[in-house]
């Protein structure tokens, strides 16, 4: 009876040890999703980004903060946080601006920014468009180039003489 009572007791701690480390063996079977949380931003957004620009520009390019401090709005928080599902892994990105007198002043974080970033927005100047420019100093609209040997594909004349022609046949 001591026998099988070991038994039975070791047969129970295997299954139990067995149904414990069962998560661990078939994690790759079970399906986790990406948990993205935050602000995502592309790189082209942050270059975008011009000291002196107001508020209300910044708002428009980057979107809303995740956090503006309470205490004082001239500090604005957009923070990225993806969490992999596959592997757990971990991207974590943060950006912080200042502001004074609703002029932006100062931006860190894990952002490169633009070498134009000093630069104040009504300062920088777009590519030069000299091509683009008529004699009196009128821009040129860009229209597509037009062919001279484009044709139609279908000639909706010559196709409803041919129906009245089968017809009459």
């Given at each position: 009876?001591?026998?099988?009572?070991?038994s039975?007791?070791?047969?129970?701690?295997?299954?139990?040890?067995?149904?414990?480390?069962?998560c661990?063996?078939?994690d790759?079977?079970?399906?986790?999703?990406?948990?993205?949380?935050?602000?995502?931003?592309?790189?082209?957004?942050?270059?975008?980004?011009?000291?002196?620009?107001?508020?209300?520009?910044?708002?428009?390019?980057?979107?809303?903060?995740?956090?503006?401090?309470?205490?004082?709005?001239?500090?604005?928080?957009?923070?990225?946080?993806?969490?992999?599902?596959?592997?757990?892994?971990?991207?974590?990105?943060?950006?912080?601006?200042?502001?004074?007198?609703?002029?932006?002043t100062?931006?860190?974080?894990?952002?490169?920014?633009?070498?134009?970033?000093?630069?104040?927005?009504?300062?920088?100047?777009?590519?030069?468009?000299?091509?683009?420019?008529?004699?009196?100093?009128?821009?040129?609209?860009?229209?597509?180039?037009?062919?001279?040997?484009?044709?139609?594909?279908?000639?909706?004349?010559?196709?409803?003489?041919?129906?009245?022609?089968?017809?009459?046949?």
């Amino acid at each position: 009876m001591t026998i099988k009572k070991h038994s039975i007791t070791l047969f129970g701690v295997a299954a139990l040890s067995l149904s414990l480390s069962a998560c661990s063996v078939f994690d790759w079977l079970i399906y986790k999703p990406d948990v993205p949380q935050g602000n995502y931003m592309e790189t082209q957004q942050v270059e975008k980004l011009r000291i002196e620009m107001t508020k209300e520009q910044v708002e428009y390019i980057l979107g809303r903060p995740v956090l503006r401090d309470s205490f004082a709005d001239d500090t604005w928080y957009y923070v990225y946080h993806y969490k992999s599902g596959r592997d757990a892994s971990i991207i974590h990105k943060e950006l912080v601006l200042h502001f004074e007198q609703d002029k932006l002043t100062q931006v860190v974080g894990d952002y490169e920014l633009s070498p134009e970033f000093a630069t104040p927005l009504e300062q920088s100047s777009l590519p030069e468009m000299r091509s683009l420019v008529s004699e009196q100093g009128d821009l040129v609209p860009l229209n597509p180039e037009q062919r001279p040997d484009t044709k139609p594909l279908v000639e909706e004349k010559k196709t409803q003489e041919l129906n009245k022609q089968q017809e009459f046949e």
